[in-house]
């Protein structure tokens, strides 16, 4: 038995981006990482609220807190990713798979 398959395939910008968001929050301890950097931060937005009476309220700095959390995740899943598949060539090659009963 000669019997070849042969498997061709290009990966595309938004398959990368799923699989990077993937392997990033599969991980319990980058998930917990953010958690601890998100209630440090709160503290000391806090604390800062505090030394500052008059000048920030609290809730501004609560806020300029969750802004910064989310332009964070941002660029950590979408633009660093998108930027790094733009600028490597080799994510756009096609790749071909052989698969026979000796090999692949």
């Given at each position: 038995m000669?019997?070849?398959?042969?498997?061709?395939?290009q990966?595309?910008?938004a398959e990368?981006?799923?699989?990077?968001?993937?392997?990033?929050l599969?991980?319990?301890n980058v998930?917990l990482?953010v958690?601890v950097?998100?209630?440090?931060?709160l503290i000391?937005?806090?604390?800062?609220?505090?030394?500052?009476e008059?000048?920030?309220?609290?809730w501004t700095m609560?806020?300029?807190?969750?802004?910064f959390?989310g332009?964070l995740?941002?660029?950590?899943?979408?633009k660093?990713?998108?930027?790094?598949?733009r600028?490597d060539?080799?994510?756009?090659d096609n790749?071909e798979?052989?698969f026979?009963d000796?090999?692949?």
């Open positions: 000669d019997d070849e398959v042969r498997i061709e395939y990966l595309t910008e990368y981006l799923a699989a990077n968001r993937l392997i990033f599969s991980k319990p998930l990482m958690m950097l998100s209630m440090l931060l000391g937005a806090f604390l800062l609220s505090l030394l500052l008059g000048l920030f309220p609290l609560i806020l300029f807190v969750s802004l959390e332009l995740f941002y660029n950590v899943l979408v660093m990713p998108r930027t790094y598949y600028g060539g080799k994510f756009r790749y798979i052989a026979t000796e090999h692949i």
